[in-house]
């Protein structure tokens, strides 16, 4: 009885044996033909065209290029209008400088012209006080020339509201409409540009009899 027990459980053995020996059956062949593939693909270069990548890259350097030249023009564009504009403002600068001290400068001529003008009878010729004066002026109107200051020819010519202001006017058929008859303030320019009007009276022509006629009625009826 013991040998019988013993040999079965060498038979136990055996078979617990060649089960724990038995090769375990996987899927390998499924891996190496399913992840072993998508790894490939993973890690595969993708192919590209080397002439359409130069192409692109052309592509953009043009464009790149392109706009940078535009900077460039309007860069230059804005600097040489700059350029002209403070040579502009500088010119007019130095032409314009004095422009307040000319003009502060005007009443004093004024009243040298009409010093002279009332001591201008016979009586007065010769005069020291007087040449003095007219020597006065001379220096001053010099000084003016040489700083590009000069009057304006008004009288005679026809009136101009750019460079005259009329404060009168003057029924006359002696001169034609809007001719500058008399000069009240003489105007100047300084480098083409009005430092100060002429004040000036300019003719009118004159109404006809009869408007004045029923003009002085109506003043009497009134």
Known sequence: MAAKKKIKIDSESSENDSKEKKPVETDRGDDKTGAVKDSDKATKPEITDPIKELEEKLKTAEESAKESYDRFLRVSAEFENYKKRAAREMDDFRKFAHQSLVKELLPIVDNLELAIRSSGDDANVGNGLVDGISLTLKEILKVFEKNHVK???ALGKSF???YHEAVM????????????????????LIHERLLRPSMVVVAAAKAPAD????????????
């Open 160 to 162: 101009d509201p750019r």
């Open 169 to 188: 006017r003057e029924e006359t058929d002696k001169h034609p409409e809007n001719t500058i008859t008399n000069e009240l303030q003489k105007g100047y």
């Open 151 to 153: 009057p304006i020819e």
């Open 211 to 222: 408007d004045k006629k029923k003009d002085g009625k109506q003043q009497d009826d009134e």
